[in-house]
């Protein structure tokens, strides 16, 4: 990744990058415990600054009366200092259920509202789970935007998540 | 069970100690009192999302951060500020041995402040070879305690301790001073710190940053270690100080000065103190 900073740098101040597609693959794992709630979970692109460029998804409780579900979406504790504090959820094409066990695919054109704003440049996608009664955990994989080419890496979490991965294509 | 003559004649002396000590123990002073204890307030959460949260507040004066193993902080100086700077209402209100508690509903998104604000005066003095010690208003002074009384000291005491709490955005609508006693102006948000990044805070005295005043800062939970591991800085010439939090957790901040600026004449000495608890999140 390192290596297409420098090639980069000359393109930071341009507009919106051209298209290129991305997908998020999140990896929810089986956890032998007690009780089980399946986690929260945001997902965000971030700048090297840690401040955030989109929120791509946050998966909670949305069933429960009353917005009750909001309670604990402070436990997601970097995306709620970073960005998630500043929004009103529910927030259309963003705010989703809670997954179950496995791994959930997440697909975003490049044209896609939250995508194609982004200046080139160096960023990385931010995966945080919180879990009730259970623990915190957050990935980040860094990529390039726009891509130079088809790009794939993987971020493996420990506890709250499974692997992470991100395509990138062009 | 003893016979209920033995038990009255039991019971009596212990209550009357138990009541003595309470009296004689500065249950109100202790933010400003020259002792060693702590007072605190202790809110169940200090970040808050979604709506209609309520927080519970505990209060107490103790030895241990933030352990209620002492006495209850007295709430009548209890003040609860929504938002926009208009009171709020502290509800449940309880006081009980160890220890005082109240629920706030966090009835709207932005910073809450809590505090417990104390002003009076303290008189001490012998009076026919037996001290006395008094504690009211300048008013009541002027009444209650003999102005060439033998060995007269008067002192005056403001004490300040606060909690902040917010839900959703932070705001800093109840982050002004009154210009009264010590305070504490946040340059870092009280509920957006972090463990290992720094934060700054400004001390103003009477409204003016104050410097050279010596803060201590120590982490809850000391029952439970050796070491106090107390934090002390001193601040810079704008009355600033910076501190990087070692680790997570509730934390107790601290100063107080003395000197003679006094409201009433008769004080020839002012003690102005200042404490919050702030947290520290990972």
Same mark, same amino acid.
């Given at each position: 990744?390192?290596? *297409? ?15 290129? #597609? ?52 402070? #436990? ?23 997954? @179950? ?6 697909? *975003? ?32 994989? @860094? *990529?390039?935007? @726009? ?19 991100? #395509?990138?294509?062009? | ?23 004689? /123990? ?51 100086? /209890? ?49 026919? =070879? ?37 839900? =959703? ?5 109840? /982050? ?101 608890? /702030?947290?520290?999140?990972?």
């Amino acid at each position: 990744m390192r290596k *297409f900073l420098t090639v980069a740098a000359g393109g930071l101040a341009a507009g919106p990058a051209a298209a290129a #597609d991305i997908a998020i693959k999140v990896e929810i794992p089986r956890l032998t415990v007690a009780e089980y709630h399946r986690p929260y979970v945001a997902v965000w692109i971030e700048r090297p600054d840690q401040s955030v460029a989109a929120t791509l998804a946050v998966w909670y409780d949305l069933r429960l009366r009353n917005n009750e579900g909001t309670k604990w979406l402070k #436990d997601l504790r970097q995306w709620w200092r970073r960005t998630g504090r500043e929004l009103d959820m529910p927030v259309d094409g963003i705010s989703g259920a809670t997954r @179950p066990v496995g791994a959930h695919t997440l697909a *975003f054109a490049g044209d896609h509202p939250t995508l194609e704003p982004l200046p080139p440049g160096e960023y990385r996608l931010a995966v945080e789970a919180a879990r009730e009664v259970g623990g915190r955990e957050m990935v980040r994989i @860094p *990529f390039r935007w @726009p891509p130079l080419k088809a790009e794939s890496a993987t971020a493996q979490g420990k506890d709250e998540l499974g692997a992470v991965t991100l #395509d990138i294509e062009p | 069970m003893n016979p209920p003559a033995k038990e009255t004649a039991m019971r009596f002396p212990l209550m009357a100690a138990v009541l003595a000590v309470a009296l004689a /123990l500065p249950i109100v002073t202790l933010p400003i009192g020259a002792v060693a204890h702590r007072a605190w307030l202790l809110p169940s959460a200090t970040v808050l999302s979604g709506a209609d949260q309520w927080v519970t507040v505990d209060a107490a004066v103790s030895n241990d951060l933030f352990f209620f193993e002492h006495n209850p902080l007295r709430l009548d100086g /209890l003040s609860v500020t929504a938002p926009d700077g208009s009171p709020a209402a502290a509800e449940n209100t309880a006081t009980g041995r160890y220890r005082s508690t109240f629920d706030v509903k966090i009835a709207r998104p932005g910073t809450w402040k809590i505090a417990v604000v104390t002003d009076g005066l303290f008189a001490s003095w012998r009076e026919d =070879g037996q001290p006395r010690r008094w504690r009211g208003t300048a008013e009541a002074l002027a009444r209650e305690v003999p102005e060439n009384a033998e060995n007269l000291r008067v002192t005056q005491s403001q004490g300040r301790l606060e909690a902040f709490v917010t839900a =959703g955005k932070p705001t800093d609508g109840v /982050l002004q001073p009154t210009g009264k006693g010590l305070e504490l102006m946040p340059i870092t948000h009280p509920n957006d710190l972090v463990a290992g990044t720094p934060a700054s805070f400004r001390f103003l005295l009477d409204g003016a940053p104050r410097a050279g005043l010596e803060v201590t800062i120590i982490r809850g939970g000391i029952r439970y270690r050796d070491n106090l591991g107390a934090l002390t800085a001193t601040t810079d010439a704008e009355g600033a100080v910076s501190v990087t939090w070692p680790e997570p957790g509730m934390y107790w901040i601290e100063a107080s000065v003395r000197d003679d600026r006094t409201a009433t004449a008769r004080a020839k000495e002012r003690r102005a103190s200042y404490a919050a608890t /702030l947290e520290v999140l990972p």
